[in-house]
């Protein structure tokens, strides 16, 4: 008797466990997702709401507010010349925000801008002198090694040669004595130096190259002579963009400034200067840019020796005078000049 009641249950239990296990799973599941909405409902969303300022709390945030005689209109998509006063832009619709009016920039004087203690933080702004010294370009060129007999000391060659092949519009950059640089794919990272020994004057006419010798030592007996280098010659330009010699005294040194200082649309270049006596206070002027050597410019006209210039920072000045409808980079002529809708 007991063991026919077993197996009832038995046979009961097996008949049930596919359905208890179908559906507890599913019931679980879902207590867990009400669970999560309730306390979800009952705490309520607190992230706060994210909206741009309204122009007029970006009026306030900067000082500015309406009426005020030092403000202008400006359209956030540069539609039309700033305004005096608040609307909408007749072009595209968008709310005039306010911006400084900033100084009246008198016929023939180049404009300047004077910034707040944050608007410069936030620009940051970096200075860096006009100076007059030597800059170096970079003449790119290849060759081989060969044995210099003149090189030669008691029978042991220290000294070998190698000879370039520079393209004939290289050749006006290269003088005796300049530094030369070599390197090999025989001995990847390591550098040989020496300088030019002997220029050729006769031009291939098949490869128009001209021939020129550079002399260096190699201690340590590494190249052969017919190795193939590749070699970087160090021209020094003087301050018309010529060539100068290794010897040449300083007063040929060009005035030169960062090459990051310039703002340049291809026909202008654009540079801020910093009024002496004057703090946070920029200068725009337009200057006549030389060819660029290394990290500088070389500066033929616009700019003198001992003074500052913005290095880093400069787009941004110039936006600012953008907005003001002010002499920039892209517009020399004050759009504030114009007719309006011109």
């Not at 030092?70 to 709310?95: D, F, H, K, Q, T």
């Not at 016929?107 to 030597?134: N, Q, S, W, Y």
């Not at 090694?145 to 070998?160: E, H, I, N, Q, R």
């Not at 040669?161 to 390591?190: C, H, N, W």
Request: proline content about 8%.
């Amino acid at each position: 008797m007991m063991d026919q009641q077993k197996t009832a249950r038995s046979d009961t239990w097996n008949t049930i466990r596919p359905f208890f296990k179908r559906h507890v799973k599913a019931a679980g599941a879902l207590c867990l997702v009400l669970t999560f909405l309730g306390g979800y409902w009952i705490r309520g969303d607190t992230r706060p709401e994210l909206t741009a300022p309204t122009p007029e709390e970006l009026a306030k945030m900067s000082g500015l507010q309406p009426g005020n005689e030092n403000v202008l209109y400006a359209c956030p998509m540069m539609c039309i010349p700033p305004r005096e006063s608040p609307g909408l832009c007749p072009v595209c619709g968008m709310e005039l925000f306010a911006v400084p009016k900033g100084d009246h920039d008198h016929d023939g004087e180049p404009p300047r801008i004077e910034l707040t203690e944050a608007a410069d933080v936030m620009a940051e702004v970096e200075l860096a002198p006009v100076e007059k010294k030597f800059v170096s370009v970079r003449v790119k060129t290849f060759g081989q090694v060969v044995a210099s007999p003149d090189s030669f000391v008691a029978g042991d060659p220290k000294g070998l040669m190698a000879r370039l092949f520079v393209y004939e519009s290289d050749f006006p950059k290269i003088r005796l004595g300049q530094e030369v640089t070599f390197v090999t794919d025989a001995y990847p990272g390591v550098t040989f130096k020496g300088s030019i020994a002997f220029i050729g004057l006769v031009n291939d006419a098949y490869t128009r190259t001209f021939n020129v010798g550079a002399i260096f030592e190699d201690t340590q007996n590494l190249l052969i002579p017919g190795m193939i280098v590749r070699a970087d010659i160090k021209t020094v330009v003087t301050g018309r963009g010529g060539v100068a010699d290794v010897n040449a005294p300083l007063s040929l040194a060009p005035t030169v400034i960062p090459s990051s200082a310039p703002l340049i649309t291809g026909e202008r270049a654009v540079v801020y200067v910093a009024v002496p006596g004057l703090d946070r206070t920029y200068e725009g002027r337009e200057v006549v840019l030389g060819p660029r050597a290394e990290d500088y410019y070389i500066v033929f006209s616009g700019l003198e020796p001992g003074e500052m210039v913005v290095a880093k920072g400069a787009f941004k000045i110039d936006s600012a005078l953008q907005i003001q409808a002010r002499p920039s980079m892209m517009n020399p002529a004050a759009a504030q000049k114009r007719p309006f809708g011109e």
